[in-house]
């Protein structure tokens, strides 16, 4: 595939609505696009010390975000702002400081949360962070999702309600992602 994309969801919950936002939306990229999940569970808290001497999983966690094109972000919503386990993986792949791997690369914010303004507080949040990444991020279109039993078919698609909301959101990531990588 031309463009590479690593998705990226903030929840270790075994059957996380974000998670499945995110193997939903692998599967509705453009032709062209390739998708990758990327595990963040099994990496330590972040710790400065450790910055030249990764963990295993935090040395594979920045190898593949090294080689994708860009990020999309499924987050859901703690206390309104984003979980601790998806900034400890920014925090892990910012660094050694000037060899951020982050750096560049445009990213999409998405999120699904049980309450009715779904994840609009994290994802604001979150943005905050990936502008000091200097990640450009997609403005517009926004998607905040409230989490219902008809939200994902059986498939593992997203459910005929939000289909074309969300297919809008995709779409309109593809074109960005076009506009930032040669
Ligand atoms: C939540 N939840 C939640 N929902 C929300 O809309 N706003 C919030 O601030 C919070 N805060 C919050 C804190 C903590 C610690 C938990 C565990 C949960 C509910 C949340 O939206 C719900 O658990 C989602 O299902 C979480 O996403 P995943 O795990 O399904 O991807």
Redesign the pocket.
Known sequence: SQFKIAII?G?L?K?????RLGQAISSMLPEGFEAKLIEIGDLPLYNQDEDYTPAASVARLREEIKGVDAVIFAT?????SIPGVLKNALDHASRPWGESVWQGKPAGVIG????A???A?AQQHLRNILAALNMPTMGHPEAFLQ?SDDLFDDQGGIGAKSRDFVQGWVDSFAKWVKTHVK
Request: net charge neutral; proline share 5%.
């Open positions: 969801a929840s919950r059957d996380s609505y974000n998670v859901p919503e703690y206390n309104r699904v949360a049980g309450g303004i779904g994840t507080m989490y």
